[in-house]
């Protein structure tokens, strides 16, 4: 019967075949060979089936570590003399090595079945906890081991082929240490010309990363770790290298830096902010300019001509921010001579959690100024100051906004149940009482006639005091008072607020006192209802939507918070860096509504933090969009991308979906001595203060003790 076309009867209980683990259980197909069209063809060479390494040797295809006896060969057909169940069962002899194929064990026929699983058995055991059955075949530090033993089968892997080209990059070293200045200098006029003639960069990476090793050490003092090599490995690949703090993520850049800047299109190595940009450039700079590279950082203080010198450097520092506003300026150009920015070849980001996960979705704008008259925007400000300030409809909007959010959170149910009141629900409580206690004085009482029927101003402060003593008998006594307050006075509320949409939503009541007070500054309107705010019968300008900015400017837009004024100027206040925006306005005419709020308060003589300066504030002509884009989008643009970070596994999987980058995790140069505990999350926010309050009470001296630090939620 021809091998292959049927089925020889093995015994139990071991059974092995090509391209199968071994397994207990009945008979199995001998197959063909992969890619042969005999059962045992004379190849050489490796294949991979199932996960498993197989040698192709003049046998067939084998399992690397075990061997199948060759069968006799006919013609060059394995055939099987007798019938199947007449075959003496299958045994396994230690077999020498040869000279072309791993060690091995030799499948032969006439050997117990017990002897065969004993001999397996070892085989095993001696295997484990070696090199090769962890898939090392390197020397590593032992502290790399165990980091590596938490990684998957495939991440494992991956590391391996790093490690074997750093012993490459090891072993060149010497070499390098033994060249001149000038010498080592006119490798990259080396290299470049080998790019040039068609070599890649992958066949040049070892001698060009052991080139900035030695660079670095004459420059800075400071030499590459392996780990370091790993990095730059890793960032070449166009990947995203995880790497702890303090192991050097400025330094690891260096390396695909000059590897890529060879091939003459620039490299740009993109920070968060200008400060670590012109630091890292001057920095760094010094291991390029060695090597003979150019480099430059962009500022946003530069013009045109002094942007095109910068980018035309082989190696670039500059912002995210900056990089997507110079980009939408070259898409506006007109001419050739306009365009800064040039070709986008590869980009390392540092931060990269931060800049293409965080802040992904954030527009940067680029838009120009309109003709457009600022009389409305600077009127609509007045009147809404009038209406909630000098009137008090703003405090009973805050009044009744805690109102609404107390009722929300069930704090009546909660003080029938039980006297224990959560802090921050008891917070609230004060806090609207003491802006009732405001209403009282200066509020429009003359609209509210029920407040009669509320205790006198010394029994609510006496009521608050408790509320914030926890009295379980006053606190119902103030959640009712304003669930009844809620009750009566919402007929007086003048907008509804959407602090997560920052959305205002103006009511009918608020609609009839804003028409009142334009029609007393003049303004005239179409009818006497309140809808003729947003709709004109002759096709003129209307009035909603500069009140409805400028009571967006009171309510969401807080001086010291989201913008400073600083000289005359509102300036906006990045919410993820904490620095200023210098050239960015908002849109859509909240950046003028915001400037016509300062402009009032100056005028009223209200003084308050976040004035930077004596000039007033100018309403300036509001911008329209012409161009804008986001991370998300202009990153894709670059033909390959990379990234750093010390926290970027646990956003891999968006790495992933948005950037087509995976995540690789560095192994540390030291072993680590930080304990990292796992995360405690409490009930609630009292809770967590008050453990809080324990740990630092239990600290040593005003310092913790190392094994005493907890990672808190």
């Known amino acids: ?98 000279d072309e194929s791993p060690s091995e064990l030799v499948l032969e026929r006439g050997s117990p079945t017990g002897s065969v699983l004993d001999l397996v058995r070892s ?33 494992r892997r991956q590391l391996q082929r790093y490690y074997e080209i750093v012993e490459q990059i ?40 052991a080139c900035v090793r030695e660079a670095s050490k004459r420059a800075l003092d400071m030499r590459h770790f392996d780990c370091q090599m790993v990095g730059g490995i890793v960032l070449h ?63 946003e203080e530069m013009d045109l001509r002094e942007k095109k010198t910068a980018y035309a450097s082989d190696v670039i520092y500059v912002t995210a921010t900056q990089l997507c506003f110079d980009h939408l300026h070259d898409c506006c150009a007109t001419s050739a001579e306009h365009i800064a920015l040039g070709e986008l070849n590869y980009a390392i980001v540092d931060e990269v959690d931060s800049i293409l996960i965080d802040e ?10 309109s003709r457009e008259v600022l009389d409305r925007v600077e009127l609509a400000a007045e009147v809404c100051h009038e209406l909630l300030h000098e009137r008090g409809y703003g405090k009973v909007n805050r009044l009744l906004e805690l109102a609404d959010a107390i009722h929300a959170g069930r704090l009546p149910t909660t003080l029938r149940s039980s006297p224990n009141v959560p802090r921050m629900q008891l917070q609230m409580v004060s806090e609207a009482l003491a802006v009732l206690l405001d209403v009282l004085v200066s509020g429009p009482t003359h609209r509210m006639p029920n407040l009669k029927r509320l205790p006198d101003l010394a029994d609510i402060e006496r009521v608050r005091a408790g509320v914030l003593r926890g009295d379980p008998d006053l606190t119902p006594v103030a959640v009712y008072m304003l669930m009844y307050l809620r009750a009566e006075l919402k007929g007086l509320r003048v907008y509804k607020p959407d602090i997560h949409a920052k959305k205002v ?7 009839v006192m804003l028409k009142e007070l334009l029609g007393e500054h003049g303004e005239q309107f179409d009818s006497n209802s309140p809808v003729s705010l947003w709709e004109s019968t002759t096709g003129g300008d209307v ?40 050239k960015s306005r908002w849109e859509d005419g909240i950046h003028q509504a915001v400037e016509a709020k300062e402009r009032v308060l ?112």
């Open 1 to 98: 019967m021809l091998a292959g076309h049927g089925r020889i009867a093995r015994p139990r209980p071991l059974i092995w075949s090509p391209g199968r683990r071994f397994r207990m259980g009945a008979s199995m197909p001998l197959r063909r060979t992969r890619g042969c069209s005999q059962m045992a063809p004379a190849c050489r060479g490796y294949s991979r089936r199932g996960g498993k390494r197989f040698w192709r040797g003049a046998g067939g295809l084998r399992a690397v570590g075990l061997r199948r006896a060759a069968p006799e060969r006919r013609g060059g057909v394995a055939r099987a003399e007798g019938r199947a169940e007449d075959q003496e069962p299958a045994r396994l002899l230690p077999y020498k090595e040869p």
């Open 237 to 299: 690949e166009g990947k995203t290298a995880e790497m702890d703090t303090g192991e050097g993520k400025t330094l690891v850049a260096t390396l695909p830096v000059y590897l890529n800047a060879l091939t003459g299109k620039g490299v740009h190595v993109v920070t968060v902010n200008e400060y670590l940009a012109t630091r890292d450039a001057q920095w760094m700079g010094k291991i390029y300019t060695f090597l003979g590279l150019t480099v430059a950082s962009v500022k």
């Open 123 to 155: 085989t095993l055991g001696a295997l484990v906890g070696s090199r090769e059955a962890q898939g090392l075949d390197v020397d590593l530090p032992e502290h790399w081991r165990d980091q590596i033993k938490q990684l998957s089968k495939g991440k």
């Open 505 to 511: 939503t103006v009511t009918e009541t608020g609609a």
């Open 602 to 713: 100056q005028d009223k003589g209200v003084a308050g933090e976040g004035v930077v300066g004596n000039e007033t504030v100018e309403v300036k002509p509001q911008n329209y969009t012409i161009a804008s884009v986001t991370f998300q989008v202009f990153f894709k643009y670059y033909k390959k991308l990379a990234g750093m970070s010390g926290t970027a596994v646990s956003e891999q999987q968006e790495f992933y979906e948005n950037y087509n980058l995976t995540v690789v995790k560095i192994p540390t140069h030291r072993p680590r001595i930080r304990i990292d505990r796992p995360n405690i999350v409490y009930l609630s926010e009292d809770a967590k203060m008050q453990a809080l309050i324990m740990e630092l009470m239990n600290c040593q001296g005003a310092r913790p003790h190392r094994n005493q630090l907890h990672t808190r939620v």
């Open 360 to 369: 992904s979705r954030n527009p940067m704008i680029l838009s120009t100024k």
């Open 543 to 582: 009035w909603g939507p500069y009140l409805v900015n400028a009571l967006k400017a009171t309510e969401f837009f807080r001086r010291g918070i989201e913008y400073i004024v600083m000289n005359g100027e509102v300036v906006i206040v990045d919410e993820a860096t904490g620095r200023l925006r210098v």
């Open 170 to 209: 090891n072993a060149l070293e010497n070499g390098f240490m033994e060249m001149t200045d000038a010498q080592l200098r006119s490798k990259t006029d080396v290299f470049r010309e080998r790019v040039a003639a068609g070599e890649s960069l992958e066949s040049i990476l070892p001698e060009a990363f």
